[in-house]
C-alpha cells in the first residue's frame, strides 16, 4: 500500500472551508514520481487527501489558446507586464468545464476569472468569446481580438490534492504529465511529478520536506515549459534552467506525427 492510499481522507467542502482563505503563495517543484511516498511518509499522519466519490487523483485536460503569433506565449517569456493566458480546463470524471482567463495588468496584479463552459466545446471559445475579450479589456489587453486566439497546446494529467492542518496549507500533485501540440506532436513525461504547495506568507509544511529532500522550486509553466519544450527554435530564457536539468532528460516518449521543418 502506497503512502498516499493511506492517508485520511478529506471532503472538497471541508477542504474549501479550511483552507480556501488563505493569501496564498504558490511555489512549484518537479520532483521524481519515485520519491514521492518518501515525501508522504516526511510528512506525519496528519495530512490528508482529497478524495470524492471514492477518487483520490482525477484527471484533468486543459486546451490553451494563443494568436498565431504566439503573444499569450511570448508575452510570458520576454516578462511582458501586460500578459494573459486563456484555457479551458475539463475536469474528466465529472464532464465539467471551466474556461478560464488570467492576466497580468499595468499595476503588476495576477486576477484569474473563470465561467462554466460547455464540455463539448473545450476545444473552442464558443459562446464566451465576449467574456474573453472583456477580461482582456478589463487588464488593459485591447490588441489581442478573441477572434484570433485558436487551440495551441493541450495539457493532461493526473492531479492529487493534500491538506496540511499545520498552517491550514494544500498541496497540489500532478503526474502523468503530457503535452499535445497542434500537430498531434506529443511530449509525455511519466517520471515526473509536479507539486504545487499553497500557503500564506510563511513556507508550508510541504515546502520544509521538499527542501529537506533536496528540491527547491522551480520556474515551469504548463503552458510555458511545455511550448518551450515543443518548440525550441521559440525564446526560452525563462524555462531555459527547468528545461535543461529537469524536463527534458526526463521526457520518457514523443509520439509523431512528425512537424513541419518549414
Known sequence: MSRLEMLEPISLEELTERASLLTR??????VPVSGLDALLGDLGGATRVLEIEGLRASEYRSVYFDTAGLDS?????????RRFKVRTRTYLESAQCYLEVKTRGGRSLTVKERVE????ANDSLEGDDGYVQF????????????????PTLVT????????VPEGSSRA???TALSWIDNTGHTIATPGLAVVETKSGSTASPVDRVLWAHGHRPANISKYGTGMAAMRPELPQNKWRRVLDRQ??????????TPRSSS
Not at 25 to 30: C, E, F, S, T
Open 25 to 30: 503563495v504558490d511555489r512549484k517543484y518537479l
Open 73 to 81: 506565449y511570448l508575452a510570458a517569456a520576454r516578462r511582458r507586464r
Open 117 to 120: 463552459h460547455p464540455v463539448a
Open 135 to 150: 477580461a482582456l479589456h478589463e487588464a488593459g489587453i485591447d490588441s489581442v481580438p478573441t477572434s484570433a486566439l485558436q
Open 156 to 163: 493532461r494529467y493526473q492531479r492529487t490534492t493534500l491538506f
Open 172 to 174: 497540489t500533485i500532478d
Open 247 to 256: 524536463l527534458l532528460p526526463a521526457v520518457a516518449s514523443t509520439l509523431s
